[in-house]
C-alpha cells in the first residue's frame, strides 16, 4: 500500500517565527490511500505542518507542498479544501451550541453545489441535494458508530470521545481525499482510542481516503500507520515504517532525551 | 439551536401579535394598523441585521443609514422623477443594496470592533450628507412624496400600506428563514463561530460576508422604501445612529440568530412604548426596565421562550454517562 503514486509531496518547507524555526526543511512523500504518521514531542512543529498543508499559515519562501500536481503554497484555505483536502484540529473546534448533525452539516458545504441564492427559495433541485446530505451524514454516523441520539444532541452535551467522532465526521462527509488528523485520540482512554483506531480503519478502506495522522498515541499511530515521520524542534529526525522507527536510536533519543541525538 | 422546532418560535410570534391585537384593536382600529405597520417595517430591517450581525457575526451600527438610503432614493425617484411608488421602491431597494454591499470591502479587512466603529461612521456621514442636499433630498427639512400609488391604487389609509406592507414582510420572512435554515446560513454560523475552520470545510468566508452584507442591505433598502410611503415624508432625523442602535435593541431582546426573533424584537421595540405613550414620563423608565428583565433573564431573547419554557426537557443522553473530562 505504501508504494503506490505520492498524493502529496512536501519538498524544503520551513516556517520560522521570530527567533524560533518551526519547521526546518521539511521532506517527505505520502502514497496515495497509505496512512501517514506524524510523531514528535510537543512544539515539534507537527501541527504548524498540517497548517503549512491546509493553508492556513504560510510556509517561508521555497516551500513546495505539491497535492496531485498542484502547488498548494500560497492558496487560500478553502480552494486547498476545495480539491479535496480536509482537516480536524488538535483542540476540539465544533459549533459548541448546535446539534452534531447540524455541525456535521455544514461539512457537507462544497458537496452542494447549488447557489447560495437559491436558498432563499428552495427549488425541488435544492432541496433534493439538501435532503442527499441528511441521507449522507447518517451513513457516515453508522460509519463511525454515532447514534442518531448523539446526532441530535448539542455537542458540548457529548462526551469528549463523541466530539472528537463528530469531528471527525464533518471533515470526511463531503469525501475528501486527503484527510488531516490531529491528534484525534488526544485526551482520550484506552477503549476510546481504541474505538477510534477501529473507526479510522473503517473510513479509510469505505472511503478510499490517504490518512495524515499526528498523536502521541504510539500504539495508535503504530497500528494504523504505515510509514511514519519523527520531528523535533522542527527538524525531522527519521522517516520509515512503524518497526523501522522503533529501532531507530535517533528516535529513541527524541524520546528519552538522550545527549547524543543523531 | 436555531433550526429545531421554529413552528413553536412562530407560534410565539402570532401569540404576541394577537395578544396586541386584542388589547388596542377593540379600542382605536386605525391606531393599530398604524403601529402595525410601523412595526412590519422595522421587522423587515431587523431580519436583514439578524443575518448580518445575529448570525454572520459582523456588527453593524448603520441600519438606520441605509434606511435613509432606501427611503431617500424611492423618495428622491418619485419627487424629481415622477417614478411610481413600485419602481422607485425596486429601484431604492437595489441602490441601498449596492451601498451596503461596498461597505463588505472594510469588513474583509477588519476585526473585532473596527467593524462597527466604520459602519457607524459611514452612518453619520451619510446621513450628514442627505442633510446637506439641499433641493436634491430636501436637506434638514426633510423630503415630501407625492402621493404613492400602485396601479393607480392610493395607499391613502394606513390600511391599505399595511397591505402593501405585508407582501414584502411575509417574503422577507419566507427568504430569510430559508437561506439561514440551509447552506448559506450554516456558512455564516460557522464563519461566526471561527472564520478559519468554515475555510478549512470549504466556505469561501469573504464571498459569504458580501452576500451577507448585500442581502441585509437589500433588506433594509426595501425596508426605507416601504418606510417612505408609509409616512410619506422623509427626514434625516428618522435615521440617527440611535435609530440604528434600536435595531440592535430590537434583535438582542428578540433572538439574536432567528427570524422570529428579529420579527418579536421590532413589534416588542415598536408596540411597547406605544402602549405606555398613556404614562407619560413613567414610560421610558418602565421600557428600560422591561429590556434590562430580558436581557438578564432571558440572554437568548424572547424568541428563546419556546426553548426553555415550551419544549420538553431531555434528559442528558446516556450514551455520555462515562465521559472522560
Redesign the interface.
Known amino acids: 500500500m505504501a508504494d503506490g503514486p505520492a498524493i502529496l509531496e512536501l519538498s524544503a518547507v520551513s516556517k520560522r517565527f521570530g527567533g524560533v524555526q518551526a519547521l526546518d526543511a521539511i521532506s517527505f512523500e505520502v502514497a496515495a490511500h497509505s496512512t501517514f504518521g506524524i510523531i514528535g514531542p510537543n512544539g515539534a512543529g507537527k501541527t504548524t505542518l498540517f497548517n503549512c498543508i ?3 499559515q504560510q510556509p517561508d519562501g521555497g516551500s513546495r507542498i505539491v497535492y496531485r500536481g498542484e502547488n498548494l503554497v500560497g492558496r ?3 480552494g486547498i ?2 480539491l479535496g483536502i ?2 480536524t ?1 488538535q483542540n476540539i ?1 465544533l ?1 459548541r ?3 452534531a448533525r ?1 455541525n456535521i ?6 458537496d ?1 453545489p ?1 447557489s ?2 437559491a ?4 427549488m425541488p433541485r ?1 432541496r433534493g441535494q ?1 435532503s442527499a446530505a441528511l441521507l449522507r451524514i447518517e451513513e457516515i454516523a453508522d460509519l463511525l458508530k454515532l ?1 442518531r ?2 446526532l441530535a ?2 455537542v458540548d ?6 466530539q472528537k467522532k463528530v469531528e471527525i465526521a ?1 471533515a470526511v462527509v ?1 469525501r475528501p481525499e486527503l484527510l488531516l488528523l490531529d491528534e484525534p485520540a488526544g ?3 484506552d477503549q ?1 482510542s481504541e474505538d477510534l483506531a477501529e473507526s479510522i480503519r473503517r473510513l479509510r478502506t469505505d472511503l478510499n481516503l490517504t490518512v495524515i495522522l499526528i498523536d502521541h498515541d504510539m500504539g495508535l499511530v503504530m497500528s494504523l500507520c504505515d510509514r511514519l515521520c519523527v520531528l523535533d524542534f522542527g527538524e525531522m529526525v527519521a522517516i520509515g515504517p512503524p518497526a523501522q522507527i522503533q529501532a531507530d536510536p535517533a528516535v529513541i533519543a527524541v524520546y528519552l532525551g538522550s545527549d547524543d541525538a543523531a | ?1 436555531p ?2 422546532r421554529p413552528w413553536l418560535a412562530w407560534t410565539m410570534a402570532l401569540i404576541l401579535l394577537g395578544v396586541a391585537c386584542a388589547i388596542i384593536l377593540p379600542r382605536i382600529n386605525a391606531y393599530f394598523v398604524y403601529v402595525a405597520d410601523l412595526a412590519l417595517i422595522r421587522a423587515i430591517a431587523a431580519i436583514g441585521l439578524v443575518v448580518l450581525s445575529g448570525v454572520a457575526g459582523q456588527l453593524s451600527l448603520c441600519t438606520a443609514a441605509l434606511l435613509a438610503v432606501g427611503a431617500y432614493s424611492t423618495g428622491m425617484l418619485m419627487t424629481h422623477l415622477s417614478v411610481g411608488f413600485l419602481p422607485a421602491a425596486i429601484c431604492g431597494a437595489l441602490v441601498t443594496c449596492v451601498i451596503g454591499t461596498a461597505l463588505a470591502a472594510p469588513a474583509l479587512r477588519l476585526t473585532g470592533l473596527h467593524l462597527p466603529i466604520v459602519t457607524l461612521a459611514f452612518g453619520v456621514i451619510a446621513v450628514q450628507l442627505i442633510g446637506k442636499g439641499g433641493k436634491l433630498t430636501g436637506g434638514m427639512g426633510g423630503l415630501f412624496l407625492p402621493p404613492a400609488t400602485i396601479l393607480g391604487w392610493p395607499l391613502d389609509t394606513d390600511l391599505r400600506r399595511f397591505i402593501v406592507i405585508i407582501g414584502p414582510f411575509l417574503l422577507a420572512t ?3 428563514v ?2 439561514l435554515r ?6 455564516l ?2 464563519l461566526r ?2 472564520e ?10 469573504g464571498g ?1 460576508k458580501i ?1 451577507a452584507f448585500a442581502y441585509s442591505a437589500f433588506l433594509a433598502g426595501l425596508a426605507g422604501a416601504l418606510y417612505a410611503a408609509f409616512k410619506g415624508y422623509v427626514s434625516v432625523d428618522d435615521f440617527t445612529l440611535w435609530d440604528s442602535i434600536y435595531f440592535f435593541v430590537m434583535i438582542a431582546i428578540g433572538g439574536m440568530t432567528s427570524v422570529a426573533g428579529a420579527i418579536i424584537g421590532a413589534v416588542f421595540v415598536t408596540a411597547v412604548p406605544e402602549l405606555l405613550s398613556g404614562l407619560a414620563e413613567a414610560s421610558q423608565l418602565i421600557f428600560g426596565a422591561l429590556l434590562l428583565l430580558i436581557v438578564a433573564f432571558l440572554p437568548g431573547g424572547l424568541a428563546s421562550i419556546w426553548r426553555s419554557w415550551l419544549r420538553p426537557r431531555r434528559a ?2 446516556a ?2 454517562a ?4
Not at chain 1, 452539516?105 to 462544497?110: E, F, N, R, S
Not at chain 2, 440551509?182 to 456558512?187: E, F, H, Q, S
Not at chain 2, 478559519?196 to 468566508?205: D, F, K, P, W
Request: avoid cysteine.
Open positions: 491546509s493553508g492556513m487560500a484555505v478553502h479544501a476545495r480536509s482537516r484540529f473546534a459549533i451550541d448546535q446539534t447540524q452539516l455544514t461539512g457537507m458545504h462544497l452542494l447549488y447560495p441564492l436558498a432563499f427559495f428552495p435544492v439538501e447514534s441520539q448523539a444532541s448539542r452535551a457529548l462526551s469528549l470521545g463523541h464533518r463531503r485526551g482520550l482512554n476510546e | 439551536m433550526f429545531a419566507a427568504a430569510s430559508n437561506f440551509l447552506k448559506p446560513g450554516r456558512a454560523f460557522a463561530d471561527r478559519v475552520i468554515a475555510q478549512a470545510l470549504g466556505v469561501n468566508t459569504y452576500l442528558p443522553p450514551l455520555d462515562v465521559a472522560p473530562e
